[in-house]
């Protein structure tokens, strides 16, 4: 699996923003089912204002994510869950800064400022989360020599988090994605929920993305390439 800085360093040739077709879109109004899961994306403390890996206005889709986990029978939420001295931080690596790259055998790594460390509250989930039924948490990124972005798939794109295992199990077939970020933990989950077998849905306006060098629309571009659709709060009907 490619890593961010990877990704990013391939979109400034890339003009993409007009590109997404009206088929990632859905019209009518989605009724969740039993069948049908919320996968809540790393809603942590680093990735809110005041965060060491903010995302802008992430904490906007605290309230969206409230309002339509209300329809879902099934939520599952996600945390980055790192050792401490993980090896994805730029602090492990004598004369590196944040955001550099470095080869480990899994591939290209970015190296991040430390975030979400196990325990701490930055790893913890926003307190103004309101979803008492989410029935799992999955945690990734707790391997130390290995990141972890999708919620189905580590970085090195083979070791499982267990979540297709498990939404297969209580008989999940279509999965609805929120969280931060659009372009990175959300659109990785995303696809690899697609190539899980998953019907897939994102969310938009309760997720936020970073958007850097066409990071954004890059995303949803792959997305609907691999049969993501994209919809918004509102089309999903509100619970009885």
């Known amino acids: 699996m490619l890593d961010r800085r990877h990704v990013l360093a391939m979109l400034g040739t890339t003009a993409l923003a007009t590109l997404a077709p009206t088929a990632l879109f859905a019209a009518a109004s989605i009724k969740p089912d039993d069948a049908s899961a919320l996968l809540v994306i790393d809603v942590q403390n680093c990735f809110l204002p005041g965060g060491s890996l903010a995302v802008k206005e992430g904490e906007q889709v605290v309230p969206v994510i409230n309002r339509i986990a209300k329809a879902f029978s099934n939520v599952v939420m996600t945390q980055d869950w790192h050792t401490p001295g993980h090896v994805s931080f730029a602090s492990v690596h004598s004369g590196k800064k944040p955001f550099e790259t470095i080869d480990l055998p899994y591939g290209k790594q970015v190296l991040w400022p430390d975030h979400c460390v ?121 619970s009885a």
Do not use: N
Not at 166 to 180: E, M, P, S
Not at 208 to 230: E, H, N, P, Y
């Open 118 to 238: 196990q325990g701490t509250d930055g790893a913890a989930l926003s307190k103004d989360l309101s979803v008492p039924h989410a029935e799992l948490i999955i945690r990734k990124g707790f391997h130390k020599d290995v990141d972890s972005y999708s919620a189905f798939l580590e970085a090195d794109g083979k070791t499982s988090t267990g979540l297709a295992g498990y939404l297969k199990g209580r008989k999940i077939k279509r999965v609805f994605v929120a969280g931060l970020a659009t372009d990175f933990c959300v659109a990785w989950t995303a696809l690899d929920a697609r190539k899980a077998g998953f019907e897939v849905y994102v969310v938009e306006d309760a997720c936020r993305g970073i958007d850097t060098q066409g990071s954004l629309a890059k995303a949803w571009t792959d997305m609907a390439k691999a049969g993501v659709k994209r919809i918004q709060s509102g089309d999903i009907a509100a």
